[in-house]
């Protein structure tokens, strides 16, 4: 009989403690964070950077590839010159990087 009572209050051994079963997650969540989020979220910031300081005759490519000349500029749209008298409106996200700059472009006619 007092095998009995002894099964019955015999304790089963319990599995891991939560943190423990969670910490794969958080691991997974940490490292695409590191090698995915972080990277993307500097990359936006520096264009949205690029962005702002876009003026006039900037030489700027679409993401299209167009290339051309920036003729004017307002909070949406960009006005870019493509060919002598050829002119096309671009949404400002859509430049995609600055080829040349007013500075590259006034070392490129005195040099």
């Not at 997974?28 to 590191?34: A, D, E, K, M």
């Not at 006005?79 to 671009?90: D, H, K, M, Q, Y």
């Not at 859509?94 to 070392?107: M, N, R, S, T």
């Amino acid at each position: 009989m007092w095998d009995v009572a002894f099964a019955q209050t015999a304790q089963v051994p319990s599995g891991p403690s939560a943190l423990v079963s969670f910490a794969p997650l958080i691991l997974v969540f940490v490292i695409f964070y590191l090698l995915l989020i972080r990277p993307q979220q500097k990359k936006a910031k520096e264009h949205r950077g690029m962005l702002e300081k876009l003026k006039k005759n900037d030489e700027v490519m679409t993401s299209g590839g167009i290339y051309g000349k920036v003729v004017a500029l307002s909070d949406t749209v960009v006005t870019l010159e493509v060919a002598p008298n050829v002119r096309i409106r671009v949404q400002r996200p859509q430049i995609a990087g600055i080829v040349k700059g007013e500075k590259a472009l006034a070392k490129e006619q005195t040099g």
